[in-house]
């Protein structure tokens, strides 16, 4: 794997963003508000400034002395300007009083700011440069037209704000190596997880299902672990059924194979008399009979499996359908000593397969007359969009109750007849179809209940 797209590098890429991300926003709005506002604070203080001793030389007059002492006390240069003189429609303002004493220069002379303060007759704020440095300035006038200029360097303001840039950039740098670090360790810890699941994941493909998949975390990989978990114990089950159906399905393929096998063996090598030899030929009549259930339920469940089953949908006269389970039967119910009985009163009309609901219907009766001691008395019986199949046999025991639809399970203590897929198949039929097939049972009474839709049209009697 390239590392550069490992899990560890893009989360520390990730991590150094977010701080890249987070210190570009702190230096667009902090320093250039910072700056401003100290430039701002700068002028705050030289306003107050300039007011006092404004009151002061409306008091005493002004003076050098004067000058001197309000450029200690406001920490700035002051210069007083008397009234400007105008000639040729120019004004000059030439200091009087300046307390760094020196001689009038150029940039000093006609002070923007404190032009500005001249012609208007009120304070004024504002910044000039001059060498090449930068300045706030307040200039305020009296009534006769003097002004007085406090000038403050802002080199101290720039100094502080090129220091928070320092300390930015500094603590940026220390920001990004610690994330870069942390992303490293939490990419590391988190790609050890992922790689525990990438082995879990290959042991379930390779079809070992006995070790479990295990995540201490309670965040989205622990989640997926659990997943995992449940999908290995899901396909361990599937594993455990696809063992079990195939040596079901062997043991329940030999058995007639064998069977009819030796009985062909016998009617070759043998001196038998026809009545010997017609016995033989109707025990693999039934054989090869087996054999054919078999393979038709072996086929359904197959076409079950893949969701290749696709039921017809029609209008199911279901009197008619017990009607034809009457007559396959009742010959089969005499000889083992049963009653069978038809109770279709009230019979409805179902919207199903018809051939699937026949089906259905001789798996029940089935097992009904296989299952059950004799002398047992079996119904079938049709109300409304319900085929049901009654004994009053010994019934079947709760825990029991929902293992007969499991495939290939027969209950212990039966007669020793068919695969075990007939309920099972039975009932995802009746599902497939929109309907249930449910169980009723108690000692002396058992009940299967196939509920189909009722059909939309149902027919007029004659």
């Known amino acids: 794997m390239n590392p550069l797209r490992s899990v560890a590098a893009r989360l520390s890429v990730a991590l150094?963003?977010?701080?890249?991300?987070?210190?570009?926003?702190?230096?667009?709005?902090?320093?250039?508000?910072?700056?401003?506002?100290?430039?701002?604070?700068?002028?705050?203080?030289?306003?107050?400034s300039a007011r006092a001793v404004r009151r002061e030389a409306a008091a005493v007059g002004v003076s050098q002395d004067l000058v001197d002492d309000a450029a200690r006390t406001a920490n700035a240069r002051v210069v007083?300007?008397?009234?400007?003189?105008?000639?040729?429609?120019?004004?000059a303002l030439i200091p009087q009083y300046d307390s760094q004493h020196l001689r009038p220069d150029r940039d000093i002379v006609n002070d923007p700011v404190a032009l500005r303060a001249s012609s208007s007759g009120r304070l004024v704020r504002g910044y000039a440069s001059r060498a090449g440095e930068s300045f706030a300035e307040v200039a305020v006038p009296d009534r006769a037209g003097d002004v007085l200029l406090l000038t403050s360097s802002l080199r101290d303001v720039h100094s502080n704000v090129a220091l928070v840039r320092q300390r930015?950039?500094?603590?940026?740098?220390?920001?990004?190596?610690?994330?870069?670090?942390?992303?490293?360790?939490?990419?590391?810890?988190?790609?050890?997880?992922?790689?525990?699941?990438e082995r879990a994941a290959e042991r379930i493909a390779s079809g070992n299902f006995d070790e479990p998949v295990v995540d201490g975390g309670h965040d989205e990989i622990g989640?997926?672990?659990?997943?995992?978990?449940?999908?290995?114990?899901?396909?361990?089950?599937?594993?455990?059924?696809?063992?079990?159906?195939?040596?079901?399905?062997?043991?329940?393929?030999?058995?007639?194979?064998?069977?009819?096998?030796?009985?062909?063996?016998?009617l070759r090598d043998e001196q038998l008399d026809d009545e010997t030899r017609d016995e033989f030929l109707a025990t693999m009549s039934e054989q090869v009979d087996r054999l054919a259930k078999l393979a038709g339920d072996l086929l359904d469940l197959s076409r079950l499996d893949a969701g290749h089953l696709r039921p017809e949908r029609e209008a199911v006269e279901l009197a008619a359908v017990a009607g034809v389970l009457g007559d396959e039967f009742g010959v089969l119910a005499q000889r083992r000593d049963h009653s069978l009985e038809l109770d279709t009163d009230g019979a409805g009309v179902a919207d199903a397969d018809g051939e699937r609901v026949l089906q259905i219907g001789r798996v029940l009766v089935d097992n009904a007359l296989v299952h059950t001691p004799p002398g047992t008395t079996v119904r079938i019986v049709c109300r409304g969009a319900e085929l049901a199949v009654e004994d009053d046999g010994q019934g079947i025991a709760e825990a029991d109750r929902e293992r007969v639809f499991v495939r290939f399970t027969r209950l212990d203590g039966g007669r020793a007849s068919g695969t075990g897929l007939g309920l099972a198949i039975a009932r995802e039929l009746a599902e497939l179809m929109g309907g249930q097939l449910v169980l009723e049972s108690r000692p002396g009474r058992t009940i299967f209940r196939l509920q189909l839709p009722v059909a939309a049209v149902q027919p007029v009697p004659a």
């Open 80 to 91: 007083y300007f008397p009234a400007p003189l105008g000639g040729g429609g120019r004004v």
């Open 168 to 197: 930015v950039v500094w603590a940026g740098l220390v920001a990004l190596g610690v994330s870069l670090l942390i992303g490293i360790a939490a990419a590391l810890a988190f790609g050890r997880r992922v790689r525990r699941l």
């Open 223 to 266: 989640e997926l672990a659990a997943a995992f978990d449940r999908m290995r114990l899901q396909l361990a089950q599937l594993d455990d059924a696809r063992r079990s159906f195939i040596a079901h399905a062997s043991h329940e393929l030999r058995t007639p194979i064998f069977s009819l096998g030796g009985f062909l063996e016998l």
């Open 16 to 48: 150094m963003a977010v701080v890249v991300g987070a210190l570009v926003i702190v230096w667009v709005a902090l320093v250039p508000t910072l700056e401003r506002r100290l430039e701002q604070g700068k002028l705050s203080e030289l306003g107050q």
